[in-house]
């Protein structure tokens, strides 16, 4: 009997955000539910704006799993993640074990198929450049969201909204999608 479904429901528990104070609390599993809505339209965007060839569908599945080895390790803040390259190599280390652990809670027969949404190693690299994108989007909706509550987090993402993390040849459309989404964005807040 795998035991997968059960620790996969305990996304609801684990609490983004820690480091910081929120007007309203964020948990993984719904964080999960809006980068795969916002994964699936970058998808749609991207075949339909720069020629690419995703699966929408695919896109989102990859981001609902995107975040499943927190149910383990829980949700450690990016400013602690990235704070050097030790401790960033260790954290990765964590988390793959973590990802391989929920490998082994699937039952042999469908292994393969989880291999890619649950583990880093297996991941294809087209939808994880995206559903990165489409998470670095809805932590900066996440600051506007809290700015408009009377909270500002919005310069704490700025730079990471604007500033592109993978440059691989190819997969620029989501820099120029993120761009635009943060032009619009700080226009849209200018007219308010």
Same mark, same amino acid.
């Given at each position: 009997m795998s035991h997968l479904f059960a620790h996969l429901a305990r996304m609801k528990l684990i609490q983004r955000w820690p480091l910081m104070y /929120?007007?309203?609390? +964020?948990? !993984?599993?719904e964080h999960?539910?809006?980068v795969a809505m916002v994964a699936h339209s970058l998808a749609i965007i991207a075949n339909h704006k720069f020629g690419q060839s995703l699966s929408p569908d695919?896109?989102?599945t990859v981001a609902i799993f995107h975040d499943a080895?927190?149910?383990?390790?829980?949700?450690?803040?990016?400013?602690?993640?990235?704070?050097?390259?030790?401790i960033e190599a260790?954290?990765?280390?964590?988390?793959?074990?973590?990802? /391989?652990?929920?490998? +082994?809670? !699937?039952?042999e027969e469908f292994k393969q198929e989880y291999a890619s949404l649950l583990t880093s190693e297996h991941a294809d690299i087209e939808y994880k450049v995206l559903v990165k994108s489409a998470d670095t989007i809805c932590a900066?909706?996440?600051?506007?969201?809290?700015?408009r509550a009377g909270y500002s987090l919005l310069t704490i993402l700025n730079d990471l909204v604007v500033e592109p993390k993978y440059s691989q040849e190819g997969f620029l459309w989501h820099f120029h999608i993120a761009h635009l989404l943060h032009a619009l964005l700080t226009l849209f807040l200018l007219l308010q």
């Open positions: /929120n007007v309203r609390s +964020e948990n !993984v599993q999960s539910l809006q695919r896109a989102a080895s927190e149910i383990i390790t829980g949700d450690l803040p990016t400013p602690v993640k990235y704070f050097n390259k030790e260790e954290y990765k280390k964590i988390e793959a074990i973590a990802e /391989n652990r929920l490998l +082994e809670m !699937v039952p900066y909706l996440k600051c506007l969201e809290e700015d």
